[in-house]
């Protein structure tokens, strides 16, 4: 021990962190595992289901209704947050879901400015990221394609 001053450093907890932190990682990633196991073994499954198929049947879909076709357009915020039966009945119009999670409303908006089949009323959510972006090349761009 020494007399004058000492070095903080001899009382410092020696361990093998890198062990220790990969097996909180281990444990935490244990955990989230079992709960996603859990609530889909309870019946639990993805409330939205994403594809190219369905979104294109939704999309021959607004142009069949004409004017009696509410189409939605966005993202997960309108894909999500809407109520489709709520709308159904305060509006008397059918509800067509064409919002594409994670990606830009402008590739779809566009491609139902251009057909003339499309003469419901077209409700967008909108965000000024994608206004200062212009048309991007995403999943909306991919689906639009694959529908024409």
């Known amino acids: 021990?020494?007399?004058?001053?000492?070095?903080?450093?001899d009382r410092l907890p020696q361990a093998n962190w890198i062990a220790i932190w990969l097996g909180i990682l281990v444990v935490i990633f244990s955990i989230i595992a079992y709960f996603e196991w859990h609530i889909r073994d309870l019946g639990w499954s993805p409330s939205v289901v994403d594809s190219p198929d369905l979104w294109v049947e939704q999309r021959k879909k607004a142009s069949a209704l004409g004017d009696k076709a509410l189409i939605l357009v966005g993202a997960s915020r309108m894909q999500l947050d809407m109520d489709i039966q709520v709308l159904r009945e305060k509006t008397k119009l059918e509800p067509?879901?064409?919002a594409i999670d994670g990606t830009s409303y402008l590739?779809?908006?566009?491609?139902?400015?251009?057909?003339?089949q499309i003469t419901g009323t077209v409700l967008v959510?909108?965000?000024a990221y994608n206004?200062?972006?212009?048309i991007p090349k995403d999943t909306s761009i991919q689906w639009v394609n694959y529908y024409e």
């Open 1 to 9: 021990m020494h007399l004058s001053t000492s070095s903080s450093n």
């Open 125 to 127: 959510s909108v965000n």
């Open 96 to 98: 067509i879901q064409l």
């Open 107 to 116: 590739p779809v908006l566009e491609n139902l400015a251009n057909d003339p």
């Open 131 to 134: 206004m200062r972006q212009g």
